[in-house]
């Protein structure tokens, strides 16, 4: 009996290991460092990460404003795009991990993690449409 249920604990282990539960776990590159796999819905693309707040003035105006211009929704489409508010409870625990990436409290802040989830660039503040696009393409720059 008890070589049975070993036999039965290996097998199960083995196949958890080869089939994978999910896109994430054939990303093996990506260490979740700044970010949880959970938070990556598409493990082939880049990710940005707006840490933002609902009473945040300039926030609101990226995300009502110039994330809603049709040319930038265009390139917001070729990522994961992850907002994190920082009066939850997740951006609590996750923002401080940004300061390797230049975050330093000042909101809305931006950066773009390549698909393995490492930094890219970072942008802090409002913008306008011309050099949001032109943070943006950083994205497409480092594969």
Known sequence: MRRSLALVAVISAFLS???PSGAYAQNKGYDGTFLPQT????????????LTASWCPP??????????????????ATMNVVLLD????????LAPGFTKAGFEGGIPFFCILDKNGE??????????KGNFLKFLSFASKKE
């Open 59 to 76: 926030c609101n105006t990226m995300k009502k404003n110039i994330m809603k211009e049709e040319e930038v929704e265009s390139v917001l």
């Open 86 to 93: 920082v009066d939850t409870d997740d951006g609590k625990r």
């Open 119 to 128: 930094p890219i660039k970072s942008l802090i503040g409002s913008t306008s």
């Open 17 to 19: 290991f080869i089939s």
């Open 39 to 50: 938070y990556v819905s598409d493990p082939e693309k880049p990710i940005l990460v707006m």
